[in-house]
């Protein structure tokens, strides 16, 4: 594989002769249209392409050529073979859902009204509920009923949640005083 940093100036074009089987454009800081030749003929065409974009045609490439909008220095890569390059751009911030602190709250009694389970905190990464009565509780928002709840608790079942740990949880039950086990991990 043979990595090449190209200068484009704006709307000028760039005509390459390489021998190559697959072509990897790896940073623009633009678009870049790109013809592919093989032996004098135009055989494809991309138009608008930016990092990331490659291309293994059918045809062995002979001849490259590039034109850009605006001044740019393009970095792609040639090979015989097929060859690979993963990479992201910019910034990437990265939150860990792990938390660090397990809290066992006081089990709560669960009726036939919603109530209150969990008030919010942003510091919850997940929820465990544990149904340790012996009827069906149904977990939501403030509004949840035994009709609307999307996730229903079977008796000794366990409900782990990761995506909306940070809301603020009610529950009902279709039958009073049933019991509800919660531990939040912060």
Avoid: C
Wanted: hydrophobic fraction near 45%; avoid cysteine.
């Amino acid at each position: 594989m043979k990595t090449i940093n190209l200068l484009l100036t704006a709307g000028q074009l760039v005509r390459l002769h390489v021998q190559a089987a697959y072509f990897h454009l790896l940073e623009t800081s633009a678009g870049v249209d790109i013809d592919f030749i093989n032996n004098g003929a135009t055989f494809a065409n991309a138009s608008g392409m930016e990092g990331g974009f490659f291309s293994r045609p059918e045809r062995l490439i002979t001849e490259l050529t590039f034109t850009s909008a605006t001044t740019q220095t393009i970095k792609f890569a040639l090979a015989m073979g097929e060859g690979g390059y993963q990479r992201t751009a910019g910034t990437i911030n990265i939150v860990s859902l792990q938390g660090d602190t397990l809290n066992d709250l006081a089990p709560v009694s669960i009726g036939v009204a919603a109530t209150l389970l969990v008030a919010g905190d942003a510091t919850l990464k997940s929820i465990r509920f544990f149904n340790a009565g012996a009827a069906d509780i149904y977990l939501g928002g403030s509004g949840v009923t035994t009709a609307n709840g999307s996730i229903k608790l079977a008796p000794g079942a366990t409900y782990i949640e990761t995506e909306a740990a940070a809301a603020t949880w009610y529950g009902i039950s279709g039958t009073a005083a049933q019991s509800l086990r919660i531990q939040t991990v912060s």
